[in-house]
């Protein structure tokens, strides 16, 4: 007879725990989904520059350097993921971020790197 390893800690919650309720299946897969468009370094090159102001495709080449068309590329996938919006501005698209998520998102990111850095 195998013997119960002793090193376990059953989970046991009390008064300072706090369990909710997981979001459903399909969320969830929306979650992964958002979470692997910031797998890419470009994309989160471009984010980062959008941060600091909204941009046109020439421009961000030019900040990035990279070809416009890799730029473009990343842009399709950043808006069809709602991260990323685009206005026409006479005959060029300027891109920004979509709303104050995106920079939560982002800013949440870095702190988690920033702190395990600093091995907290």
Known sequence: MKEKDKSIIPFEPDDNCVITEQPDIETMYD???L???FGDSTRIRILAALLEREMCVYHLS????MGQSAISHQLRVLRAAGLVRAVRRGKEM???L???HVKTIFDQGLEHIEHKKLGK
């Open 35 to 37: 979470f692997k468009v």
């Open 62 to 65: 030019e900040e990035l350097e």
């Open 31 to 33: 979650l992964a989904e």
């Open 98 to 100: 979509d709303d104050e």
């Open 94 to 96: 300027v891109y920004s």
